[in-house]
Structure formats: C-alpha cells, structure tokens
C-alpha cells in the first residue's frame, strides 16, 4: 500500500484497472440519461453529462498534480465516478417529482453526500497545507452537477 491508501500491486503495471473505467463510464452514462429523461435532446444531454465528467476529472487530477499531490487521472476518475452515484438517485427521483422545493432539498442532500464522499478519498492526496486549493474544484464540480440535475 503506498501513501495515497492506493494498492500499487492491485493495479498493476500500467495503473489502469477495470474498476477506474467502470465507474466513471456507467455512471456518467446512467446521469446522462437520467437527466435528459425529459429533454428531446437526449444524446446531446449525455454528451455534455460524459465530457463534462471527463474534463472535470483531468482538471481535479491536473489541480492535485500542481499541487504536489500524488494521484493519478484514473484514481480520480473511479472516486469521482463513485461518488455520483447519489446524484443519479436523485436524478431518478426526480422523473416522478415535480415540486421544486422537494427537488432542491433532495439535489443539495445529493451534492453534500458526493462532495462529502470524495473529499474524504481528496484530502488524502493532497499536502496537509494546499488541502483546500486541492478540494475546491472538487466541490465545483458537484455543484455544476447539481446545478445540472436542478434544470432537468
């Protein structure tokens, strides 16, 4: 086990896993379409959901690797994949809800419950001093997701 908690010898040689892959795939596919459950623009609403997962995750990588932080573009596409995953609930509660007070209690529960999530598995990466330069992005990042579910 190395310092980031990260298992080198599960990962093996090349640091890519099947696991980093399918997170970030099958959730930003089920968002995707849960979002645009409504939109007659499905494909496009999944284009935007799975780029803008993608991009979010390089720019969180790219922030902790300037940071002096050890975690690799696919650590942080699993953990941010995973961590979606109150947000798709949300997003599928939210085809059979339609008051928009109900909505945004249960978006920003959703929101706290990702960001809580990932800083936890953040926080670790990043030096103890530039910790909150290191989860910001992090906390953008969910709020441009819940932002997204909250215009559905």
């Given amino acids: 086990m190395g310092s980031s908690g990260i298992n080198a010898e599960y990962m ?7 696991e980093y892959m399918g997170s ?6 089920y968002m995707g379409m849960s979002v645009g459950g409504r939109s007659s623009d499905t494909s496009l609403v999944f284009s935007i959901v799975f780029v803008l997962v993608w991009v979010g ?22 953990v941010l994949g995973y961590c979606i995953f109150p947000m798709n609930i949300v ?8 008051n928009k007070w109900v909505r945004f209690v249960l978006t920003v529960v959703a929101v706290a419950w990702s960001v809580r999530a990932s800083l936890a598995f953040m926080a670790q990466l990043v030096p103890a001093d ?15 997701l819940g932002w997204m579910l909250l215009e559905q």
């Fill in 12 to 18: 093996g040689s090349s640091g890519i896993n099947a």
């Fill in 24 to 29: 970030s795939g099958i959730n930003a596919e």
């Fill in 57 to 78: 995750a390089a720019v969180i990588t790219i922030n902790a690797g300037l940071l002096k932080g050890k975690v690799s573009f696919f650590q942080s596409v699993c």
């Fill in 91 to 98: 997003s599928i509660i939210h085809m059979f809800i339609h």
């Fill in 130 to 144: 530039r910790k909150a330069l290191g989860v910001y992005p992090v906390f953008l990042f969910y709020i441009t």
